[in-house]
């Protein structure tokens, strides 16, 4: 350690999670096997570090001390992953994927709940809610596209009028693949879509609307300002009358059905089957960029979409969101790979850490066990009835009972956040939260140690909650020396 090094704590007895495998000891060595809120500014950087990956990765790097060797084209380098990677496939059994049955019983069990919370009606443009609740997909634009949920059980959209036809093909579908369906509200150009929105809630009894929390303010505004100006709409106008979705948001989507549970499983089973067998293709002197392009390859071949991975060695895993870098992989050194992508429209999102050549040190060693422990911890936590935040503490105790600084002095983020259609969704493990857990809810569980300059250690695997506690999509990751599971 040099003396500009942050000092390592000493460590205390280990800490022996109920329901977790025996800590180990030490890393057994084994063959390498195979702007808005923060979660969109997160997965903004992501994307940025998975476009560095793929765009970085053309120029061919060997063992040291090999000859030099021509850079090869994008479309060449890419053939070879392809090529090196051609044994890679999704072999598991068909799953059903979500159909309009399934939707419009998402549409009862709103209208319900907005009933029980004396709501009359959700708002939402398009987005993630919006597919959930009748999928369809429509692009942002100036122009309000939105579709209304009534509390009686209705729906009504309300579209730009030279769209309607467009709009219709997705709206009323087709004999094999029928649509959501409602009625349709158009406006014209020279009107804005604000009063007649507010003439269609008015015409349905709406008095207390729920705004999506994806929903533009903006928008939210101008439909306020609307029921304002209108003489006879004067209860949308009352203070209280408009409110936040939020609450509804995260009993309606936070809870999965069967179906979405069986595709995030895939989801993430697969993208640890990926990193399992990228392993095996690593090389001594390989950098960041390279791993990542081999994830998006992997990814590529197991029917993913939307790829995206941060893949960080040595230092550079100190920060949790940090760059890839030019630091070559090399022997004792860490290599930290946070990745996902979305499998039928559901999300993955994993994160081992590893040194795949040489020896870890002993540091290391401890602060891998310390955070597989942690994880542990807090999955321990888990169970209906328990508040979020609750768990997020479980796995900050278990790292300070390890004689680490406690709070966020080296686990400096939240433990995990919800999962599904989105990659961030509610609920969310941290310290503030107040949601307590459900039987369904599924969220990332993902404690690390980071020590500026030198290295750091994330873990993060994807749970469901179960009637009784807690279970994991695929395994958990065995040791420091692979990223595969037992």
Not at 105 to 128: H, N, Q, S, T, V
Not at 226 to 237: E, K, S, T, V, Y
Request: glycine letters at 12%; one cysteine or more; proline letters at 8%.
């Amino acid at each position: 350690m040099q003396p500009s090094d942050p000092p390592i704590p000493p460590a205390p007895a280990p800490l022996r999670p109920e329901r977790a495998p025996p800590p180990v000891s030490g890393a057994t060595p084994a063959e390498p096997l195979p702007g808005a809120d923060p979660a969109l500014r997160r997965r903004a950087l992501l994307g940025a570090a998975s476009a560095l990956a793929l765009g970085a990765c053309a120029a061919q790097r060997g063992r040291p001390g090999a000859p030099a060797v021509a850079p090869a084209s994008g479309a060449e380098a890419g053939a070879r992953r392809a090529e090196r990677l051609a044994d890679l496939r999704d072999d598991g059994p068909a799953l059903p994927g979500i159909d309009a049955q399934d939707r419009s019983a998402r549409r009862a069990r709103l209208a319900r709940a907005l009933a029980e919370r004396g709501l009359d009606a959700y708002l939402c443009e398009p987005g993630p809610t919006m597919t959930y609740l009748a999928g369809v997909s429509w692009g942002r634009s100036e122009r309000l596209f939105a579709l209304v949920v009534t509390a009686d059980g209705g729906a009504f959209w309300i579209v730009p009028a030279f769209e309607e036809t467009k709009a219709r093909h997705g709206i009323d579908g087709t004999a094999a693949a029928p649509g959501p369906g409602g009625d349709v509200v158009t406006w014209r150009e020279d009107e804005y879509a604000f009063r007649p929105l507010c003439d269609a809630l008015r015409a349905r009894g709406v008095k207390r609307l729920a705004i999506d929390p994806g929903f533009r303010f903006g928008f939210v505004d101008r439909i306020a300002q609307a029921a304002r100006a209108d003489a006879g709409f004067g209860a949308l106008a009352e203070h209280g009358a408009i409110v936040s979705g939020a609450d509804v948001l995260v009993r309606l989507r936070g809870c999965k059905e069967p179906k979405e549970l069986a595709l995030l499983r895939r989801a993430n089973e697969l993208t640890k089957r990926a990193l399992e067998r990228i392993a095996h293709e690593l090389r001594p002197g390989q950098r960041g960029a390279d791993v990542g392009a081999l994830v998006a390859t992997a990814h590529e071949r197991l029917g993913f979409s939307g790829s995206w991975c941060l893949p960080l060695v040595g230092a550079a895993a100190a920060l949790p969101h940090g760059d890839a870098g030019a630091t070559p992989l090399a022997d004792g050194e860490v290599l930290l790979v946070d990745c996902g992508g979305a499998w039928r429209g559901y999300q993955s999102d994993v994160t081992r850490t590893w040194v795949p050549f040489g020896a870890p040190s002993a540091d290391v060693e401890r602060a891998w066990r310390d955070v597989r422990d942690a994880q542990r911890a807090a999955f321990d936590a888990i169970r209906p009835g328990v508040p979020c935040r609750a768990v997020d503490a479980a796995a900050r105790a278990a790292i300070a009972a390890r004689g680490w600084p406690g709070g966020f002095g080296v686990f400096t983020h939240r433990l995990g956040h919800g999962i599904g259609l989105e990659g961030h969704e509610d609920p969310y493990f941290d310290g503030g939260s107040q949601v307590e857990l459900e039987s369904g809810m599924t969220l990332s569980n993902e404690p690390g140690i980071y020590l500026p300059g030198r290295f750091g250690v994330r873990i993060e695997d994807v749970i469901v909650v179960t009637r009784d506690g807690a279970d994991v999509f695929g395994a958990w990751q065995s040791g420091l020396r692979s990223p595969a599971g037992a």
